[in-house]
Protein backbone atom coordinates (compact mmCIF):
# COMPACT_ATOMS: atom_id res chain seq x y z
CA UNK A 1 0.00 0.00 0.00
CA UNK A 2 0.69 3.60 -0.91
CA UNK A 3 2.61 5.97 2.25
CA UNK A 4 0.59 8.88 3.51
CA UNK A 5 3.49 10.79 1.58
CA UNK A 6 2.76 9.35 -1.66
CA UNK A 7 -0.90 9.34 -1.26
CA UNK A 8 -0.34 13.26 -0.69
CA UNK A 9 2.14 13.53 -3.96
CA UNK A 10 -0.56 11.22 -6.19
CA UNK A 11 -3.73 12.64 -5.60
CA UNK A 12 -3.39 16.16 -3.41
CA UNK A 13 -0.46 17.85 -4.27
CA UNK A 14 -1.17 20.32 -7.12
CA UNK A 15 0.79 23.73 -8.10
CA UNK A 16 -0.10 26.55 -5.66
CA UNK A 17 0.94 29.84 -7.67
CA UNK A 18 -1.37 32.10 -5.69
CA UNK A 19 0.82 30.74 -2.37
CA UNK A 20 4.26 31.63 -1.68
CA UNK A 21 4.57 28.00 0.16
CA UNK A 22 2.18 24.92 -0.44
CA UNK A 23 1.97 21.42 -0.26
CA UNK A 24 4.87 19.69 1.42
CA UNK A 25 6.45 21.75 4.12
CA UNK A 26 5.86 21.71 7.65
CA UNK A 27 3.20 24.61 7.07
CA UNK A 28 2.06 27.14 3.76
CA UNK A 29 3.11 30.13 3.46
CA UNK A 30 0.22 32.81 2.26
CA UNK A 31 -0.12 36.25 1.36
CA UNK A 32 -2.92 38.58 1.88
CA UNK A 33 -4.14 41.76 -0.03
CA UNK A 34 -3.08 44.71 1.70
CA UNK A 35 -6.26 46.33 3.95
CA UNK A 36 -7.88 43.20 3.72
CA UNK A 37 -8.74 40.63 6.04
CA UNK A 38 -8.25 37.09 6.63
CA UNK A 39 -11.55 34.91 6.29
CA UNK A 40 -11.40 31.29 7.82
CA UNK A 41 -14.02 28.61 7.97
CA UNK A 42 -13.43 25.14 8.80
CA UNK A 43 -15.96 21.68 8.38
CA UNK A 44 -15.82 18.44 9.19
CA UNK A 45 -18.11 15.76 7.20
CA UNK A 46 -18.41 12.41 8.69
CA UNK A 47 -19.60 9.07 7.59
CA UNK A 48 -22.96 7.61 9.16
CA UNK A 49 -23.57 11.64 10.13
CA UNK A 50 -23.16 13.83 6.99
CA UNK A 51 -23.28 11.19 4.37
CA UNK A 52 -24.11 7.59 3.33
CA UNK A 53 -21.19 4.73 3.03
CA UNK A 54 -21.04 4.02 -0.73
CA UNK A 55 -21.42 8.43 -1.52
CA UNK A 56 -20.15 8.81 -4.88
CA UNK A 57 -16.66 9.90 -3.85
CA UNK A 58 -16.24 13.15 -6.40
CA UNK A 59 -19.66 14.21 -5.11
CA UNK A 60 -18.51 13.82 -1.73
CA UNK A 61 -14.58 15.47 -2.48
CA UNK A 62 -16.68 18.69 -4.36
CA UNK A 63 -18.99 19.02 -0.79
CA UNK A 64 -15.91 18.80 1.12
CA UNK A 65 -15.19 21.94 0.05
CA UNK A 66 -18.30 23.64 -1.59
CA UNK A 67 -19.23 23.98 2.49
CA UNK A 68 -16.89 25.69 3.65
CA UNK A 69 -16.72 27.74 0.46
CA UNK A 70 -20.47 28.53 1.29
CA UNK A 71 -19.35 30.16 4.43
CA UNK A 72 -17.18 32.60 3.34
CA UNK A 73 -19.29 33.07 0.40
CA UNK A 74 -22.52 33.88 3.37
CA UNK A 75 -19.47 36.51 4.50
CA UNK A 76 -19.25 38.24 1.33
CA UNK A 77 -15.66 37.19 1.26
CA UNK A 78 -13.49 35.66 -1.48
CA UNK A 79 -12.56 32.58 -0.52
CA UNK A 80 -8.26 31.57 -1.87
CA UNK A 81 -6.97 28.97 -0.65
CA UNK A 82 -8.28 25.99 1.76
CA UNK A 83 -6.13 22.89 3.95
CA UNK A 84 -7.50 19.02 3.78
CA UNK A 85 -7.45 17.01 6.69
CA UNK A 86 -8.76 13.21 6.02
CA UNK A 87 -9.03 9.82 7.89
CA UNK A 88 -10.11 7.12 5.09
CA UNK A 89 -10.09 3.61 6.02
CA UNK A 90 -7.98 2.08 3.37
CA UNK A 91 -6.27 3.43 0.37
CA UNK A 92 -8.73 2.69 -2.23
CA UNK A 93 -7.59 3.96 -5.29
CA UNK A 94 -10.69 4.26 -6.98
CA UNK A 95 -12.39 6.07 -4.76
CA UNK A 96 -9.26 8.83 -3.74
CA UNK A 97 -9.23 9.61 -7.59
CA UNK A 98 -12.95 10.16 -7.70
CA UNK A 99 -12.67 12.27 -4.16
CA UNK A 100 -9.70 14.21 -5.05
CA UNK A 101 -11.07 14.83 -8.62
CA UNK A 102 -14.37 16.37 -7.29
CA UNK A 103 -12.08 18.15 -4.71
CA UNK A 104 -10.04 19.94 -7.28
CA UNK A 105 -13.19 20.61 -9.57
CA UNK A 106 -14.55 22.21 -6.64
CA UNK A 107 -10.72 24.28 -5.89
CA UNK A 108 -10.98 25.22 -9.83
CA UNK A 109 -14.26 26.24 -9.87
CA UNK A 110 -14.10 28.88 -6.77
CA UNK A 111 -10.34 30.08 -7.60
CA UNK A 112 -9.15 28.13 -4.65
CA UNK A 113 -5.34 26.20 -4.09
CA UNK A 114 -5.21 23.60 -1.72
CA UNK A 115 -2.26 24.33 -0.16
CA UNK A 116 -1.80 21.52 2.47
CA UNK A 117 -3.49 19.13 4.87
CA UNK A 118 -2.92 15.90 6.65
CA UNK A 119 -4.10 12.13 5.68
CA UNK A 120 -4.41 9.23 8.20
CA UNK A 121 -6.15 5.45 8.74
CA UNK A 122 -9.29 5.54 10.44
CA UNK A 123 -12.68 6.27 10.08
CA UNK A 124 -13.62 8.08 7.29
CA UNK A 125 -14.00 12.04 8.20
CA UNK A 126 -13.35 15.16 6.09
CA UNK A 127 -12.06 18.09 7.12
CA UNK A 128 -11.70 21.32 5.22
CA UNK A 129 -10.77 24.90 6.47
CA UNK A 130 -11.12 27.55 3.66
CA UNK A 131 -9.30 30.75 3.83
CA UNK A 132 -9.71 34.00 1.58
CA UNK A 133 -10.38 37.55 2.46
CA UNK A 134 -12.60 40.52 2.38
CA UNK A 135 -11.93 44.42 2.39
CA UNK A 136 -11.55 45.64 6.15
CA UNK A 137 -14.58 46.00 7.71
CA UNK A 138 -17.01 44.90 4.19
CA UNK A 139 -17.51 41.26 5.64
CA UNK A 140 -21.56 40.72 6.39
CA UNK A 141 -22.00 38.86 9.46
CA UNK A 142 -24.72 37.60 10.68
CA UNK A 143 -25.57 40.97 13.42
CA UNK A 144 -26.58 43.59 11.21
CA UNK A 145 -30.09 42.83 10.86
CA UNK A 146 -32.17 46.27 11.22
CA UNK A 147 -36.03 46.67 11.88
CA UNK A 148 -38.34 46.73 8.76
CA UNK A 149 -35.32 44.90 6.06
CA UNK A 150 -36.60 42.67 4.03
CA UNK A 151 -35.76 38.99 4.16
CA UNK A 152 -34.30 37.11 1.37
CA UNK A 153 -33.56 33.27 0.33
CA UNK A 154 -31.80 32.25 -2.68
CA UNK A 155 -32.71 29.31 -5.15
CA UNK A 156 -34.88 26.49 -4.06
CA UNK A 157 -34.37 25.62 -0.32
CA UNK A 158 -35.50 22.08 0.79
CA UNK A 159 -34.29 20.01 -2.30
CA UNK A 160 -31.32 18.55 -0.41
CA UNK A 161 -33.70 17.88 2.75
CA UNK A 162 -36.09 16.08 0.11
CA UNK A 163 -33.36 14.01 -1.70
CA UNK A 164 -31.99 13.11 1.95
CA UNK A 165 -35.53 11.63 2.51
CA UNK A 166 -35.71 9.69 0.04
CA UNK A 167 -32.28 8.25 0.42
CA UNK A 168 -33.25 7.68 3.93
CA UNK A 169 -36.78 5.81 3.58
CA UNK A 170 -36.18 3.99 0.39
CA UNK A 171 -39.56 5.52 -0.47
CA UNK A 172 -40.64 7.34 -3.68
CA UNK A 173 -43.29 8.84 -1.83
CA UNK A 174 -42.37 12.09 -3.42
CA UNK A 175 -42.42 10.53 -7.04
CA UNK A 176 -39.30 10.62 -9.00
CA UNK A 177 -37.32 13.59 -7.32
CA UNK A 178 -35.20 15.84 -10.64
CA UNK A 179 -31.90 15.44 -10.41
CA UNK A 180 -31.04 18.55 -9.23
CA UNK A 181 -32.72 17.65 -5.85
CA UNK A 182 -30.05 15.05 -5.37
CA UNK A 183 -27.44 17.33 -6.59
CA UNK A 184 -28.06 19.85 -3.95
CA UNK A 185 -28.05 17.26 -1.32
CA UNK A 186 -24.71 15.58 -2.77
CA UNK A 187 -22.76 18.55 -4.21
CA UNK A 188 -24.51 21.63 -3.47
CA UNK A 189 -23.15 24.48 -5.58
CA UNK A 190 -21.91 27.44 -2.86
CA UNK A 191 -23.64 31.16 -4.13
CA UNK A 192 -20.22 32.45 -4.29
CA UNK A 193 -20.88 35.25 -6.77
CA UNK A 194 -24.35 35.98 -4.96
CA UNK A 195 -22.27 36.52 -1.72
CA UNK A 196 -19.61 38.70 -3.55
CA UNK A 197 -21.98 41.02 -5.08
CA UNK A 198 -24.34 41.86 -1.94
CA UNK A 199 -21.65 43.12 -0.23
CA UNK A 200 -22.42 46.90 0.62
CA UNK A 201 -25.86 45.71 0.51
CA UNK A 202 -27.23 42.76 2.79
CA UNK A 203 -27.14 43.91 6.40
CA UNK A 204 -26.68 40.51 7.39
CA UNK A 205 -25.90 36.98 5.98
CA UNK A 206 -25.14 33.67 6.47
CA UNK A 207 -25.79 30.59 4.20
CA UNK A 208 -28.44 27.87 5.40
CA UNK A 209 -26.71 24.19 6.61
CA UNK A 210 -28.96 23.65 9.57
CA UNK A 211 -32.54 24.70 8.03
CA UNK A 212 -33.56 28.18 6.82
CA UNK A 213 -35.83 28.62 10.25
CA UNK A 214 -33.10 26.96 12.02
CA UNK A 215 -30.47 29.58 10.80
CA UNK A 216 -32.96 32.88 10.62
CA UNK A 217 -32.96 32.37 14.25
CA UNK A 218 -29.44 32.82 14.59
CA UNK A 219 -29.56 36.32 12.47
CA UNK A 220 -32.42 37.38 14.60
CA UNK A 221 -30.21 36.39 17.73
CA UNK A 222 -26.98 38.00 16.47
CA UNK A 223 -29.08 40.97 15.50
CA UNK A 224 -31.26 41.38 18.54
CA UNK A 225 -34.63 41.64 16.33
CA UNK A 226 -37.41 39.27 14.99
CA UNK A 227 -38.96 38.58 11.75
CA UNK A 228 -42.22 37.77 10.21
CA UNK A 229 -42.48 34.89 7.54
CA UNK A 230 -44.90 35.24 4.51
CA UNK A 231 -46.51 31.58 3.74
CA UNK A 232 -47.79 33.32 0.44
CA UNK A 233 -44.04 34.52 -0.61
CA UNK A 234 -42.21 30.54 0.10
CA UNK A 235 -40.53 29.39 -2.82
CA UNK A 236 -43.25 25.91 -2.81
CA UNK A 237 -44.07 25.77 -6.31
CA UNK A 238 -41.53 24.16 -7.52
CA UNK A 239 -41.58 21.82 -5.04
CA UNK A 240 -44.91 21.11 -5.25
CA UNK A 241 -44.47 20.66 -9.24
CA UNK A 242 -42.57 17.96 -8.89
CA UNK A 243 -45.21 15.97 -6.86
CA UNK A 244 -43.92 17.03 -3.74
CA UNK A 245 -47.02 17.14 -1.08
CA UNK A 246 -47.63 20.54 -0.10
CA UNK A 247 -47.01 20.21 3.68
CA UNK A 248 -44.50 17.68 3.31
CA UNK A 249 -42.75 20.65 1.10
CA UNK A 250 -42.85 23.69 3.42
CA UNK A 251 -41.58 21.23 6.32
CA UNK A 252 -38.55 21.13 3.96
CA UNK A 253 -38.26 24.26 2.82
CA UNK A 254 -38.54 25.86 6.85
CA UNK A 255 -36.38 23.21 8.55
CA UNK A 256 -33.97 21.18 5.78
CA UNK A 257 -30.47 21.86 6.07
CA UNK A 258 -27.48 20.98 3.21
CA UNK A 259 -29.05 23.46 0.81
CA UNK A 260 -26.54 25.87 1.24
CA UNK A 261 -28.60 28.85 0.06
CA UNK A 262 -27.94 32.19 1.34
CA UNK A 263 -30.36 33.75 3.26
CA UNK A 264 -29.82 36.85 4.11
CA UNK A 265 -31.56 40.85 5.17
CA UNK A 266 -31.20 44.48 3.07
CA UNK A 267 -33.04 47.59 3.78
CA UNK A 268 -36.08 48.21 1.50
CA UNK A 269 -34.15 51.30 -0.14
CA UNK A 270 -31.33 47.94 -1.34
CA UNK A 271 -34.53 46.11 -3.10
CA UNK A 272 -34.43 46.54 -6.58
CA UNK A 273 -30.60 46.69 -6.35
CA UNK A 274 -30.71 43.19 -4.66
CA UNK A 275 -33.16 42.08 -7.44
CA UNK A 276 -30.63 43.22 -10.15
CA UNK A 277 -27.77 41.65 -8.07
CA UNK A 278 -29.71 38.03 -8.57
CA UNK A 279 -30.29 38.91 -11.95
CA UNK A 280 -26.77 39.70 -13.25
CA UNK A 281 -25.46 36.57 -11.18
CA UNK A 282 -28.32 34.68 -12.54
CA UNK A 283 -29.37 33.18 -8.80
CA UNK A 284 -33.08 33.51 -8.05
CA UNK A 285 -34.17 35.54 -5.46
CA UNK A 286 -37.23 35.58 -2.90
CA UNK A 287 -38.65 38.06 -0.62
CA UNK A 288 -39.57 35.67 2.23
CA UNK A 289 -40.65 38.45 4.81
CA UNK A 290 -39.64 41.43 7.20
CA UNK A 291 -37.02 41.54 10.04
CA UNK A 292 -39.54 42.89 13.37
CA UNK A 293 -38.53 45.05 16.12
CA UNK A 294 -39.14 42.59 18.90
CA UNK A 295 -36.02 40.44 19.89
CA UNK A 296 -36.81 36.69 19.40
CA UNK A 297 -40.19 36.77 17.89
CA UNK A 298 -40.62 34.83 14.82
CA UNK A 299 -44.12 34.63 13.31
CA UNK A 300 -45.87 33.30 9.34
CA UNK A 301 -47.97 35.74 8.11
CA UNK A 302 -50.97 33.38 6.76
CA UNK A 303 -53.34 33.70 3.55
CA UNK A 304 -55.96 34.94 5.38
CA UNK A 305 -54.06 37.39 7.52
CA UNK A 306 -53.93 35.54 10.71
CA UNK A 307 -50.24 35.33 12.26
CA UNK A 308 -48.63 32.39 13.87
CA UNK A 309 -45.85 31.34 15.75
CA UNK A 310 -43.02 29.62 14.19
CA UNK A 311 -40.29 27.80 16.63
CA UNK A 312 -36.97 27.39 14.91
CA UNK A 313 -36.81 23.71 13.50
CA UNK A 314 -32.99 22.73 12.71
CA UNK A 315 -31.19 18.77 12.29
CA UNK A 316 -29.26 18.88 15.91
CA UNK A 317 -26.08 16.52 15.76
CA UNK A 318 -26.40 15.73 19.18
CA UNK A 319 -30.02 15.90 20.48
CA UNK A 320 -30.30 13.36 17.00
CA UNK A 321 -33.34 14.46 15.88
CA UNK A 322 -35.54 17.68 14.87
CA UNK A 323 -37.86 20.09 16.74
CA UNK A 324 -40.91 20.35 15.37
CA UNK A 325 -42.49 23.30 14.37
CA UNK B 1 -28.73 16.26 25.21
CA UNK B 2 -27.02 18.94 24.74
CA UNK B 3 -26.83 20.45 20.90
CA UNK B 4 -24.24 21.41 18.66
CA UNK B 5 -24.32 25.54 19.65
CA UNK B 6 -24.85 24.62 23.20
CA UNK B 7 -21.71 22.34 23.41
CA UNK B 8 -19.78 25.11 21.74
CA UNK B 9 -20.81 27.95 24.10
CA UNK B 10 -20.34 25.84 27.16
CA UNK B 11 -16.90 24.44 26.62
CA UNK B 12 -14.91 25.94 23.28
CA UNK B 13 -16.20 29.62 23.07
CA UNK B 14 -14.01 31.70 24.58
CA UNK B 15 -13.32 35.77 24.22
CA UNK B 16 -10.83 36.14 21.34
CA UNK B 17 -9.54 39.79 21.59
CA UNK B 18 -7.06 39.55 19.00
CA UNK B 19 -9.64 38.29 16.39
CA UNK B 20 -12.23 40.70 14.64
CA UNK B 21 -14.76 38.58 14.58
CA UNK B 22 -14.53 34.82 16.85
CA UNK B 23 -16.71 31.97 17.26
CA UNK B 24 -20.06 32.66 16.31
CA UNK B 25 -20.44 33.62 12.47
CA UNK B 26 -19.92 32.11 9.67
CA UNK B 27 -16.65 32.25 9.49
CA UNK B 28 -13.41 34.39 11.62
CA UNK B 29 -12.34 37.45 10.53
CA UNK B 30 -8.82 37.82 11.82
CA UNK B 31 -6.09 41.07 10.50
CA UNK B 32 -2.50 40.11 10.34
CA UNK B 33 0.33 42.50 10.60
CA UNK B 34 1.65 44.20 8.12
CA UNK B 35 4.53 42.70 5.71
CA UNK B 36 3.78 39.19 7.30
CA UNK B 37 2.91 36.18 5.28
CA UNK B 38 0.01 34.06 6.97
CA UNK B 39 1.19 30.35 8.01
CA UNK B 40 -1.29 27.76 7.97
CA UNK B 41 -1.18 24.03 9.43
CA UNK B 42 -3.58 21.37 9.94
CA UNK B 43 -3.33 17.96 11.92
CA UNK B 44 -5.93 15.46 12.42
CA UNK B 45 -5.87 12.88 15.50
CA UNK B 46 -8.16 9.85 15.18
CA UNK B 47 -8.86 7.50 17.86
CA UNK B 48 -7.21 3.95 17.19
CA UNK B 49 -4.42 5.64 15.05
CA UNK B 50 -2.68 8.58 17.02
CA UNK B 51 -4.08 7.51 20.27
CA UNK B 52 -6.20 4.48 22.51
CA UNK B 53 -9.38 5.13 23.58
CA UNK B 54 -9.34 6.16 27.54
CA UNK B 55 -6.65 8.82 26.25
CA UNK B 56 -6.68 11.49 29.43
CA UNK B 57 -8.62 13.81 27.92
CA UNK B 58 -6.80 17.00 29.04
CA UNK B 59 -3.95 15.94 27.65
CA UNK B 60 -5.40 15.25 24.74
CA UNK B 61 -6.68 18.80 24.27
CA UNK B 62 -3.50 19.70 24.76
CA UNK B 63 -1.99 17.74 22.29
CA UNK B 64 -4.76 18.61 19.43
CA UNK B 65 -3.76 21.89 19.01
CA UNK B 66 0.40 21.58 20.01
CA UNK B 67 0.93 19.27 17.50
CA UNK B 68 0.05 21.94 15.04
CA UNK B 69 1.71 24.89 17.14
CA UNK B 70 5.11 22.89 16.38
CA UNK B 71 4.61 23.08 12.81
CA UNK B 72 4.52 26.94 12.84
CA UNK B 73 7.47 26.61 15.19
CA UNK B 74 9.45 25.05 12.96
CA UNK B 75 8.47 27.60 10.42
CA UNK B 76 10.08 30.13 12.81
CA UNK B 77 6.25 31.40 12.45
CA UNK B 78 3.98 32.96 15.35
CA UNK B 79 0.94 30.65 15.63
CA UNK B 80 -2.04 33.43 16.64
CA UNK B 81 -5.12 31.63 15.89
CA UNK B 82 -6.96 28.07 15.67
CA UNK B 83 -10.22 26.45 14.59
CA UNK B 84 -10.69 23.28 15.99
CA UNK B 85 -13.13 20.23 14.23
CA UNK B 86 -14.14 17.71 16.76
CA UNK B 87 -15.85 14.48 15.80
CA UNK B 88 -17.36 12.40 19.12
CA UNK B 89 -18.95 9.23 19.83
CA UNK B 90 -21.46 11.35 22.37
CA UNK B 91 -21.54 14.48 24.53
CA UNK B 92 -20.13 12.81 27.55
CA UNK B 93 -19.85 16.33 29.65
CA UNK B 94 -16.53 14.88 31.85
CA UNK B 95 -14.47 14.23 28.66
CA UNK B 96 -15.12 17.53 27.06
CA UNK B 97 -14.68 19.67 30.34
CA UNK B 98 -11.09 17.60 29.96
CA UNK B 99 -10.68 17.49 26.43
CA UNK B 100 -11.30 21.56 26.29
CA UNK B 101 -9.61 22.63 29.34
CA UNK B 102 -6.47 21.29 27.57
CA UNK B 103 -7.42 23.13 24.20
CA UNK B 104 -7.63 25.97 26.08
CA UNK B 105 -4.58 25.54 28.53
CA UNK B 106 -2.45 25.26 25.19
CA UNK B 107 -3.48 27.91 23.34
CA UNK B 108 -3.24 30.07 26.25
CA UNK B 109 0.26 29.04 27.06
CA UNK B 110 1.60 29.70 23.25
CA UNK B 111 -0.59 32.93 22.51
CA UNK B 112 -3.49 31.34 20.40
CA UNK B 113 -6.95 32.51 20.23
CA UNK B 114 -9.81 29.42 19.41
CA UNK B 115 -11.71 31.29 16.66
CA UNK B 116 -14.33 28.45 15.04
CA UNK B 117 -14.74 25.02 14.82
CA UNK B 118 -17.43 22.58 13.95
CA UNK B 119 -18.48 20.04 16.85
CA UNK B 120 -20.24 16.91 15.33
CA UNK B 121 -21.40 13.22 16.11
CA UNK B 122 -19.15 10.26 14.91
CA UNK B 123 -16.28 7.93 15.51
CA UNK B 124 -13.78 10.38 17.66
CA UNK B 125 -11.45 12.39 15.42
CA UNK B 126 -10.02 16.08 16.44
CA UNK B 127 -8.85 18.37 13.50
CA UNK B 128 -7.23 21.26 14.21
CA UNK B 129 -5.92 23.90 11.77
CA UNK B 130 -2.97 26.36 13.41
CA UNK B 131 -2.22 29.67 11.68
CA UNK B 132 -0.31 32.86 12.19
CA UNK B 133 2.46 35.27 11.07
CA UNK B 134 6.08 35.65 9.81
CA UNK B 135 7.64 38.83 8.88
CA UNK B 136 7.42 38.02 4.78
CA UNK B 137 10.33 36.07 3.47
CA UNK B 138 12.03 35.32 6.93
CA UNK B 139 10.22 31.65 7.23
CA UNK B 140 12.60 28.26 7.85
CA UNK B 141 11.26 25.86 5.33
CA UNK B 142 12.95 22.49 4.63
CA UNK B 143 14.83 23.42 1.64
CA UNK B 144 17.65 25.66 2.45
CA UNK B 145 19.99 23.34 4.36
CA UNK B 146 23.67 23.62 2.51
CA UNK B 147 26.57 21.40 2.11
CA UNK B 148 28.72 21.75 5.50
CA UNK B 149 25.81 22.56 7.74
CA UNK B 150 25.85 21.44 11.50
CA UNK B 151 22.71 19.53 12.08
CA UNK B 152 20.89 19.42 15.10
CA UNK B 153 18.38 18.48 16.84
CA UNK B 154 16.12 19.81 20.30
CA UNK B 155 15.80 18.00 23.72
CA UNK B 156 15.11 14.14 23.67
CA UNK B 157 13.82 12.44 20.49
CA UNK B 158 12.44 8.47 21.50
CA UNK B 159 10.84 9.74 24.45
CA UNK B 160 7.46 9.32 23.11
CA UNK B 161 8.35 6.28 21.33
CA UNK B 162 9.31 4.72 24.12
CA UNK B 163 6.54 5.26 26.12
CA UNK B 164 4.32 4.09 23.24
CA UNK B 165 5.92 1.10 22.89
CA UNK B 166 4.83 0.71 26.69
CA UNK B 167 1.60 1.34 26.33
CA UNK B 168 1.21 -1.15 23.27
CA UNK B 169 3.03 -4.06 24.58
CA UNK B 170 1.89 -3.81 28.20
CA UNK B 171 5.32 -4.41 29.26
CA UNK B 172 8.00 -3.03 31.31
CA UNK B 173 10.79 -4.50 29.95
CA UNK B 174 12.37 -0.71 29.70
CA UNK B 175 11.96 -0.73 33.75
CA UNK B 176 9.34 1.89 34.98
CA UNK B 177 9.96 4.81 32.34
CA UNK B 178 9.89 8.33 34.04
CA UNK B 179 6.67 10.23 33.66
CA UNK B 180 8.40 12.70 31.33
CA UNK B 181 8.26 10.20 28.17
CA UNK B 182 4.76 9.64 28.92
CA UNK B 183 4.48 13.55 28.91
CA UNK B 184 6.46 13.71 25.37
CA UNK B 185 3.96 11.12 24.03
CA UNK B 186 0.69 12.24 25.26
CA UNK B 187 1.11 16.52 26.34
CA UNK B 188 4.03 16.78 23.78
CA UNK B 189 5.53 20.87 24.15
CA UNK B 190 5.72 22.65 21.16
CA UNK B 191 9.24 24.12 20.66
CA UNK B 192 8.23 27.39 19.97
CA UNK B 193 10.69 29.95 21.72
CA UNK B 194 13.39 27.81 20.17
CA UNK B 195 11.88 27.62 16.77
CA UNK B 196 10.90 31.89 16.90
CA UNK B 197 14.43 32.11 18.53
CA UNK B 198 16.25 30.33 15.60
CA UNK B 199 14.94 32.53 12.44
CA UNK B 200 17.51 34.14 10.82
CA UNK B 201 20.15 31.56 12.01
CA UNK B 202 18.67 27.91 10.82
CA UNK B 203 18.97 27.08 6.97
CA UNK B 204 16.15 24.31 7.12
CA UNK B 205 13.62 23.60 9.84
CA UNK B 206 10.90 20.91 10.58
CA UNK B 207 9.24 19.27 13.47
CA UNK B 208 9.94 15.81 14.14
CA UNK B 209 6.53 13.45 13.94
CA UNK B 210 7.51 10.68 11.69
CA UNK B 211 10.79 9.81 13.34
CA UNK B 212 14.22 12.03 12.67
CA UNK B 213 15.82 9.94 10.11
CA UNK B 214 12.53 10.18 8.40
CA UNK B 215 11.83 13.48 8.68
CA UNK B 216 15.71 13.79 7.98
CA UNK B 217 15.11 12.26 4.96
CA UNK B 218 12.59 15.63 3.93
CA UNK B 219 14.84 18.30 4.30
CA UNK B 220 17.31 16.32 2.10
CA UNK B 221 14.94 16.01 -0.17
CA UNK B 222 13.58 19.55 -0.20
CA UNK B 223 16.61 21.02 0.18
CA UNK B 224 18.69 18.23 -2.85
CA UNK B 225 21.53 17.38 -0.19
CA UNK B 226 22.32 14.38 2.01
CA UNK B 227 23.97 13.96 5.43
CA UNK B 228 26.18 12.25 8.12
CA UNK B 229 25.41 11.59 11.45
CA UNK B 230 27.51 10.87 14.31
CA UNK B 231 26.76 7.90 16.10
CA UNK B 232 28.63 9.67 19.15
CA UNK B 233 27.07 12.80 19.37
CA UNK B 234 23.53 11.21 19.48
CA UNK B 235 21.41 11.92 23.07
CA UNK B 236 21.09 8.34 23.66
CA UNK B 237 22.38 8.33 27.60
CA UNK B 238 19.58 10.05 28.86
CA UNK B 239 17.58 7.13 27.45
CA UNK B 240 20.01 4.52 28.83
CA UNK B 241 20.27 5.60 31.79
CA UNK B 242 16.35 5.16 32.62
CA UNK B 243 17.32 1.30 32.37
CA UNK B 244 16.26 0.92 28.26
CA UNK B 245 18.42 -0.84 26.32
CA UNK B 246 21.03 0.64 24.35
CA UNK B 247 19.96 -0.44 21.25
CA UNK B 248 16.33 0.01 21.65
CA UNK B 249 16.97 3.43 22.53
CA UNK B 250 19.65 3.77 19.15
CA UNK B 251 16.11 2.65 17.10
CA UNK B 252 13.65 5.18 19.60
CA UNK B 253 15.70 7.70 18.99
CA UNK B 254 16.23 7.62 15.36
CA UNK B 255 13.00 5.92 13.91
CA UNK B 256 10.08 7.03 16.71
CA UNK B 257 7.93 9.79 15.63
CA UNK B 258 5.75 11.88 18.29
CA UNK B 259 8.07 13.82 20.08
CA UNK B 260 8.09 17.18 18.17
CA UNK B 261 11.53 17.86 19.07
CA UNK B 262 12.71 20.76 16.16
CA UNK B 263 15.46 18.83 13.77
CA UNK B 264 17.18 21.91 12.11
CA UNK B 265 19.90 22.89 10.09
CA UNK B 266 22.50 25.93 10.80
CA UNK B 267 25.56 27.30 8.71
CA UNK B 268 29.01 26.23 10.88
CA UNK B 269 29.30 30.21 11.31
CA UNK B 270 26.53 30.24 13.03
CA UNK B 271 27.27 27.59 15.44
CA UNK B 272 27.91 29.46 19.01
CA UNK B 273 25.08 31.85 18.06
CA UNK B 274 22.56 28.37 17.62
CA UNK B 275 24.02 27.26 21.01
CA UNK B 276 23.35 30.70 22.77
CA UNK B 277 19.92 30.27 21.65
CA UNK B 278 19.71 26.86 23.01
CA UNK B 279 20.75 28.12 26.53
CA UNK B 280 18.84 31.71 26.33
CA UNK B 281 15.45 29.20 25.95
CA UNK B 282 16.52 26.77 28.51
CA UNK B 283 16.42 24.04 25.65
CA UNK B 284 18.69 21.23 25.22
CA UNK B 285 20.74 21.25 21.85
CA UNK B 286 22.50 18.48 20.33
CA UNK B 287 24.79 18.94 16.93
CA UNK B 288 24.50 15.57 15.59
CA UNK B 289 26.01 15.40 12.13
CA UNK B 290 26.53 17.82 8.95
CA UNK B 291 25.09 18.28 5.91
CA UNK B 292 26.73 16.61 2.96
CA UNK B 293 26.58 17.64 -0.77
CA UNK B 294 25.74 14.36 -2.53
CA UNK B 295 22.01 14.79 -2.56
CA UNK B 296 20.02 11.85 -0.68
CA UNK B 297 23.17 10.34 0.09
CA UNK B 298 22.47 9.05 4.42
CA UNK B 299 25.20 7.66 6.50
CA UNK B 300 25.84 6.80 10.21
CA UNK B 301 29.35 7.95 11.25
CA UNK B 302 30.77 4.84 13.81
CA UNK B 303 33.01 4.98 16.44
CA UNK B 304 35.49 2.85 14.90
CA UNK B 305 36.11 5.17 12.06
CA UNK B 306 33.55 3.67 9.58
CA UNK B 307 30.71 4.84 7.55
CA UNK B 308 27.19 2.75 7.67
CA UNK B 309 24.61 3.89 4.92
CA UNK B 310 20.94 4.26 6.77
CA UNK B 311 17.77 3.89 5.65
CA UNK B 312 14.67 6.74 6.76
CA UNK B 313 12.61 5.24 9.42
CA UNK B 314 9.25 6.46 10.00
CA UNK B 315 5.69 5.37 10.86
CA UNK B 316 3.53 5.36 8.10
CA UNK B 317 -0.06 5.16 8.11
CA UNK B 318 -1.42 3.50 5.41
CA UNK B 319 1.37 0.62 5.21
CA UNK B 320 1.12 -0.07 9.02
CA UNK B 321 4.10 -0.80 9.34
CA UNK B 322 8.03 0.60 10.36
CA UNK B 323 10.43 0.51 7.46
CA UNK B 324 13.47 -1.16 9.66
CA UNK B 325 16.83 0.10 9.18
Known amino acids: MPSEF????????????????????DAALLRLAAGHQCVVSTDMLVEGTHFVAGTDPRRLGWKT?????????????????ATLAVSLPDADDAWLEGF???????????????????TTRGPRNLCATVFGEVP???????AGAR?????WISG??????????????GTSADGTLPAEFVE?????????????ALRGLASAMLDVSDGLLGDLAHILECSGVGARLVDGWLPLRALVDCGVDPQRAREALLGGGDDYELLFCAPVAARSRVASVGASVDTPLHRIGTVLAEAG???LALDDGRCRPLQPIGFRHFTGDKIDN
Open 6 to 25: ELIGRYFARPTPSADLGVGD
Open 65 to 81: IAVSISDLAAMAARPRW
Open 100 to 118: AGGVHACCEAHGVELVGGD
Open 136 to 142: TGQAVTR
Open 147 to 151: DGDDI
Open 156 to 169: QPGRAALALARLLD
Open 184 to 196: ALEAPRPRLALGL
Open 297 to 299: RLE
